[in-house]
């Protein structure tokens, strides 16, 4: 392989093994070795290797083409899954096996076998997870391994609709019990109520687990789930009265194949509704189960995983924009007049680029952390404990909002730093941005998500001295008293923590005053009226737990002896740009509620960000080696390992369809009349 | 037209007129009363429909179908030219009616007709300015004309390459004068020396003016421009010695055909180099013109342009979710539970909508400041006086800079606060974003532009003593003193001048002590080092000098009685709303450089701007129906006139060619197996 030259000398003149890195950030070397051979298996198959002319296809034939080699994809994954459990002599499959192909399918190997993601994904990612979480027993037995298995049921989920999203209680899909029949008669009543957007909907699922409105007796008994076929195991036609299609191209997702769903009258018999909390007797009684509140947990367990997927995606876009700008040269610098300055040496690019790395780096940390909490509260709910349960559906909320707006946010930071040829479809900027921006709407809006969010901080504020326990998370809302300045990351960290503390402590008093204001003493309006600063509330929160959760787990890491001498001071760099960067970005708010802080303190914390960047600069090559995304995890011409750009570039312009002969047609039909015309 | 209901009621209880607005905006009521002959010229014109799938194009389809409509709607606007001509008594074409030209193309008119751009709208924008400005009288009278007509002559301007974009000097095309024969030979000597990006260039333009080092004798002239035949006038084949091809699909602007163009030995005529400015004789002599000053002043007239395209940009998106909000309801007030409250209630939501709007108002009041400018200033040219044309290039690098970056923001912003179905290609944000961010890269990257404003800045702020005169936009350089706090747009007018002139002090004196610092002293490795705090200085004064604009503006219109009683409090709402959002958003520098500001004062900012977000509520469907975008302007699912965006939405799904079967072929070849496997 012909390396482009200062790529080489890029990655000759680091001070880190780039192995190094990724056997830390792989977590273990078993685990890095585990990546590569998985992934080796599936990117040198020559039977998925795409068409040369992909980029000229349209909605339908993208639709074709990764529809038909997610099946391909899935039996192989399934004979490689059967093989690892050979290995390791087991013969059932857990939950676990669950979350692995969904982390394995969005991850890096989903992503480099398809940029514009796949029709199949739902059924692992969100039907397989909502069957599982909803079914009682029976159920379980009844679907469970035939859905695991594909046999006869691809599904999807389906829960919003065309007019409603996030507030669920307004969807309008109704469930209306037949005592007689003992079946559910399903019906979306008006056009607002046709499901759209989920995934695999359109032509691809054959079932679907259809939240919907539950009546008996025209009693009203709230939202409950049903599984429903919709096309014909054998034909894969509608059932009657389906009514299911694609809803058109996207910003990005192509191959995803999201649907709308209309149903008329269709029937499916009582043991369908899902049952694991609620239940219909045959009668027409209705059995109120438990709260459900592991329900709340698989919420937060979605919302992690889109934090570690916009983490990915953010780290995408930045390895493509390191090397790029290592390659790109801009200017001369009169000193050495022979050469022009690589773009990746002008402090403002460093900039644009590096923080991102930081970001991507701090966000997956951020997942695990969470991760880590969703298993401990999972335990402790079991044991009938409650306690953490509320942080770790506002950690995760919190967390789902700041990093997908945040990632998103940065991968178009990172696309407008490789210039114009970030704008070309071959760059994948786009694609990468189509996930990341994506993840800002769907699980939860993130305005919606902020204000739940602010909501927890305010009680636990208020409530914070008669509380005998406070989540992790929120300890710092008992702190009190300025910080004493200090240049190190540890001040900054309790910086970003007490300006959080005081916005908790403002929104509070704010949101008190404008409920008082109201007319009518509506805490709801007063909220409203709060809105805007709360959301804000939220954000800062998010940072400081951000800058807390890194700073000291980055420390543990060093008190382990994760990084050896050449590593630790390039983490220590990434960590400060991470950290220093939150501080910069929350200057208006630090400002606000800490008046100590000195005009002459916040320039060394400037100049301080500025020279982590150019102390960073000589290894960012070799670090973003150290993700090993395969150049087919980045699909960009920009970005490939061997740095030639320019070359690909050029290459995928001529695979252009409009590039296969000299002169188009219309020259002929119109061009050339315009041409001649007689003015 | 059946109307939503809930527009039908906005419209019903709006204090404002849309019609007295849209007097306002256009200019005067005969302005207005032109504007929409002429839209209804075209729009209502049926040959100008595009055909119900165009959604399913592939790129290549989509450059035949454009390129065919563009060369119709050129017809039909020449004869409009001349209709007009006839009615004015003017017989000959002045550069106002080129400027008119690429006003119309690129403005509402032509986006109605072209959501995705079209390749002959380089010809009129970039390719006659660029011919006007660089030829010499006879060249002038050889071609002008001819081009103007498009006799023969489809025009692009061929300037970046593949390896160069900003940095002009860098670029690598030749034109090496061969003596005896009395021609320029012309070459891409590389691959990165290939033109890159020129619109209408791949499949459509036949001529070119192509920028390239001029060489004479093996020695070196500098950049000069090239009048050079690519496709034969009557084939439309390429010319001997031309590669030239479109670069593929891209994030936006598909229908535009950018594309590249390699030279091997291509040769011109003596008389095909453009020598306005300088010029090569016969025996080679290189005869070197005055400096071009006025060339200067044509950038500037490009930048002004893309301020007033993008403001265009975020007003569509502006409009679109405007109306999109105040028809989609969301979650119930306890008080009133029969109906879901309309998003535009939600503050959150007004503010991600209004400053949007306020911002596309004054961005197209501070392009129309600056064309005044440019005009005075090019007379000032005519006249040997240079004294603001400096001034001229820094406040449109600085607003091309700053405008773009927040007008793309904006845009996605708007797509965001449509939730999902703002992710659809049928709610245009995504064509509508393509047009924005592609603003922040040409015609001079964002970052380079705001570190030439830098320099300026920190030039005359280090001479502002001695010098006798500074111009409009930099006097408040010469200010002093903290500014006394007091609420009102005055005041916070004065405080961000205030800032900014406090931040270019801060960046002079760290610009110097970083050169300092540097071992040989390089002043351009000290701009290297501040390089990140001086473009955090330009845009500072890019906010300070829009405030400034655009509270003079509003405040001269008022004393004029350009609003009637209605329409005045409206407008100082939208005002408050544009200068206190740049207030808020620049508080981090603000507390910085004034420690004077207390806690209580910005509380008091927030409040007044929560309530002017809510003031302005009512009237906001009525102000943006004042744009007067046709609906084919808008191009949007969600944003007709007429709200029915749901019943609009599942049309457009339903045209999606996937949905044209029930069953995709690819169940029979792929999805069956897979339901079958046996495991």
Redesign the interface.
């Known amino acids: 392989m012909t390396v482009n030259n200062d790529l080489l000398k890029e990655r000759q003149n680091a001070t880190i093994k780039s192995e190094d890195f990724a056997v830390w950030w792989s977590g273990g070397k078993d685990e890095l070795y585990k990546r590569r051979a998985l992934e080796k298996l599936f990117f040198d198959d020559p039977q998925f290797d795409d068409p040369k002319d992909i ?6 034939q993208l ?2 083409y990764t ?2 080699k997610s ?2 994809v ?2 192989k994954l ?1 004979e490689w899954y059967r093989e690892e459990q050979k290995k390791q002599g087991v013969r059932t499959t857990s939950i676990e096996d669950m979350y692995l192909f969904r982390s394995l399918l969005s991850g890096p190997l989903g992503t480099g076998l398809f940029q514009q993601n796949f029709p199949l994904r739902l059924h692992f990612s969100m039907f397989l997870t909502a069957l599982l979480g909803q079914s009682n027993e029976e159920q379980c037995r009844e679907w469970l391994e035939k859905a695991w ?6 599904g999807t989920y389906a829960q ?1 609709e ?6 669920i ?2 969807l309008e899909t109704r469930a209306d019990y037949d005592i007689e029949k003992r079946e559910f008669v399903l019906n979306t009543p008006t ?2 109520a ?1 499901k ?2 989920p995934g695999g909907l ?3 699922a ?1 079932m679907v687990i259809l939240m919907a409105q539950l009546y008996i007796k025209d009693k009203h008994y709230g939202l409950q789930p049903f599984l429903v076929r919709i ?1 014909n ?1 054998r ?4 059932e009657p009265g389906v009514d299911v ?8 997702v192509n191959g995803v194949n999201n649907g ?1 769903l209309g149903l008329k009258n269709v029937r499916i018999p009582l043991k369908q509704m899902l049952s694991k909390h609620n239940q219909v007797l045959a009668d027409g009684t209705f059995v109120k189960g438990p709260e459900p509140v592991m329900l709340y947990s698989t919420m937060s367990y979605v919302r992690v995983n889109i934090v570690k997927d916009v983490s990915f995606n953010l780290l995408q876009a930045a390895v493509i924009a390191t090397r790029y700008s290592a390659i790109r ?7 050495s007049p022979k050469k ?1 300055i690589q773009v990746l ?4 690019q460093q ?1 644009k680029v590096f923080p991102q790395i930081a970001k991507g780096i701090f966000y997956r940390l951020a997942a695990d952390y969470v991760w880590e909490l969703y298993r401990s509260v999972h335990k402790e709910l079991e044991q009938g404990n409650k306690r953490n349960l509320s942080e770790l559906h506002a950690l995760s909320c919190c967390l789902k909002a700041v990093c997908s707006h945040e990632a998103a946010k940065g991968v ?1 930071t990172l696309r ?1 730093s490789c ?2 040829h ?5 760059a994948n ?2 694609a990468i941005y189509g996930s990341a ?2 993840a ?3 699980e939860g ?3 919606v998500l902020l ?1 739940q969010t602010a909501r927890f901080l305010v009680k636990y504020f208020e409530e914070g001295i008669r509380r005998k326990y406070l989540p992790k998370s929120v300890v710092y809302l008992r702190t009190s008293g300025q910080v004493k300045w200090s240049l190190n990351l540890e001040t900054i960290v309790k910086i970003l923590e007490y300006t959080s503390l005081e916005r908790v402590k403002y929104v509070f008093l704010q949101q008190r005053s404008f409920t008082k204001a109201q007319p ?1 003493r ?1 805490a ?2 007063g909220a ?2 709060a ?3 709360l ?1 804000q509330t939220a954000i800062m929160h998010g940072k400081a737990f951000l800058a807390r959760m890194s700073y000291e787990e980055i420390n543990k890491q060093i008190n382990k002896g994760k990084f050896n001498d050449s590593l630790k001071p390039v983490m220590q760099q990434l960590l400060h740009i991470f950290i220093l960067e939150l501080f ?1 970005t929350s ?2 708010d630090i ?3 800490n ?1 100590s802080i000195t ?1 002459k303190e ?1 320039e060394q914390i ?1 100049r301080l960000y ?1 020279e982590m960047l150019l102390a960073f600069r000589p290894n960012a090559v070799a670090l973003v080696d150290g993700f090993e995304f395969h150049d087919r995890v980045l699909g960009s011409t920009l970005g490939c390992y061997d740095g030639r750009a ?2 690909r ?2 290459e ?8 296969q002969e ?6 002929d ?9 007689k ?1």
């Open positions: 980029m000229n296809y349209t909605h339908k639709y074709e529809t038909a099946t391909k899935i039996q399934r298995n594909m046999k006869g049921i691809i919003t065309l007019g409603h999203g996030t507030y209680r307004g056009l607002t046709y759209w957007w359109g032509h691809t054959n096309r195991e034909t894969h036609q509608p299609g694609d809803v058109g191209p996207k910003l990005g709308f040269r801009q200017g001369i610098e009169s000193a022009e040496d002008f402090l403002t900039h178009e407008k210039g114009g970030g704008y070309l479809n071959s900027f786009m921006t994506a800002c709407t769907y809006e993130n305005t204000l009518d509506s709801q309006k409203n009226r809105g805007l600063i959301t910069l200057l208006d400002l606000r509620f008046r005009a916040i400037e500025e320019y070359e570039l050029m995928e312009a001529r695979k252009c369809e409009l590039n000299p002169v188009n047609q219309v020259f039909t119109h061009l050339k009349q315009l041409l001649q015309a003015l």
